[in-house]
């Protein structure tokens, strides 16, 4: 699986969106890029995933670039609920085995 | 509320002991995993069974064991306890292996191991 970078840590004021960077300059073509979420010390929580195009869901969208070698998790309008840690992860779902790497991830502050 | 139930929630034991983390995965749910979770480790994936079978192993150390029954519940075996294991396990299923590009895996709220 490609290896991604995330910056360690962001802050972001309550009802702004919020956007979350990732780089993975080493994708691959048939590589996915999924986001998930860990609130303090809970369980992880899917957000989105995506190949090429853009994609949305009622929790966020996910912008990637045109030759994929980074992303962007945008939080529309984020709330204090919205503070977590933020994790971008590059796979291929065929044939990385059945396992979800996670790496440090991003600690997204919202602040009031 | 992600559907994945795991028991117990906190569990205090000392070293040398033995303790069984359990998971009941989401209704329909074929895949279980199994992710251990310490201060200075991050997430870090242990192993994966669908449907009874083991599908894939990670850091897994030796002393612990996993399996999943016929009713698709898991439980994962930590023997022969040391300080090092205290950390938060998580389980996770999902509805096909990972293979089947979904990617979406629900995670319970972890069970949290603390070796004294």
């Known amino acids: 699986d490609a290896k991604t970078t995330q910056p360690t840590s962001m802050d972001c004021a309550e009802g702004r969106a919020a956007n979350l960077p990732c780089n993975h300059s080493?994708?691959?073509?048939?590589?996915?890029v999924y986001w998930y979420r860990q609130i303090h010390s809970q369980g992880p929580q899917y957000i989105i995933h995506g190949l090429k195009n853009n994609e949305t869901n009622e929790m966020a969208s996910l912008i990637i670039t045109e030759d994929r070698k980074s992303s962007t998790l945008i939080l529309p309008h984020a709330t204090l609920r919205d503070t977590a840690v933020y994790y971008c992860i590059v796979r291929v779902p065929e044939t990385s085995g059945s396992r979800l790497t996670f790496g440090e991830g991003t600690q997204l502050t919202v602040n009031p | 509320d992600s559907g994945v139930t795991q028991t117990p929630k906190h569990l205090i034991t000392a070293t040398g002991q033995r303790v069984t983390l359990r998971c009941s995965p989401r209704s329909g749910d074929l895949s279980v995993y199994w992710y251990q979770q310490s201060l200075d480790q991050g997430l870090q994936f242990l192993i994966h069974?669908?449907?009874?079978?083991?599908?894939a192993k990670g850091n897994i150390l030796e002393r612990f064991s996993a399996q999943q029954f016929p009713d698709l519940h898991s439980e994962l075996n930590l023997s022969s306890l040391e300080l090092g294991d205290s950390a938060l396990y998580f389980c996770?299923?999902?509805?096909?292996?990972?293979?089947?590009?979904?990617?979406?895996?629900?995670f319970g709220e972890g069970s949290r191991l603390t070796v004294l």
């Open positions: 996770a299923s999902s509805v096909l292996p990972a293979g089947a590009n979904t990617g979406e895996l629900f």
């Open positions: 080493t994708i691959s073509g048939n590589e996915y």
């Open positions: 069974y669908y449907n009874g079978e083991e599908r």
